[in-house]
């Protein structure tokens, strides 16, 4: 599958943006979705992930109660809404997509079989 991130900019401190990511599949249902993470000079962390049915969602402490992940399977596109967004948010934030999931295995990186190219978030003070 391949994965298109797209929703990135820059904003002010407290701002929102909402990132997309369209994948090229008619077969998105069965894929578990994550969003990560990279700032320069840091290695790439969990931002969220969520479910085939997006019955269940998971998240990073960091951004807990103010980023939302969701999917439109009818679209095969998974969403990243972020809120009261801070500088630390600052990132290319990346989509992946696996289609086997280990419980407890949503945040590790290795697990993910495809991964979109990145779209940058810039958040300033």
């Known amino acids: 599958v391949q994965l298109q991130a797209s929703g990135g900019g820059l904003v002010q401190a407290e701002g929102s943006l909402r990132l997309s990511c369209a994948a090229s599949e008619q077969t998105f249902s069965t894929y578990f979705m994550g969003w990560f993470r990279q700032a320069p000079g840091k290695v790439r962390e969990f931002v969220a992930a969520?479910?085939?049915?997006?019955?269940?969602?998971y998240y990073a402490d960091s951004v807990k109660g103010r980023f939302t992940i969701s999917r439109d399977n009818a679209k095969n596109t998974v969403y990243l809404q972020l809120l009261t967004l801070k500088p630390e948010d600052t990132a290319v934030y990346y989509c992946?997509?696996?289609?086997?999931?280990?419980?407890?295995?949503?945040?590790?990186?290795?697990?993910?079989?495809?991964w979109g190219q990145g779209t940058q978030v810039t958040v300033s003070s």
């Open positions: 969520i479910s085939w049915s997006g019955g269940s969602t």
């Open positions: 992946a997509a696996r289609r086997q999931y280990v419980s407890g295995s949503y945040s590790y990186p290795g697990q993910y079989e495809y």
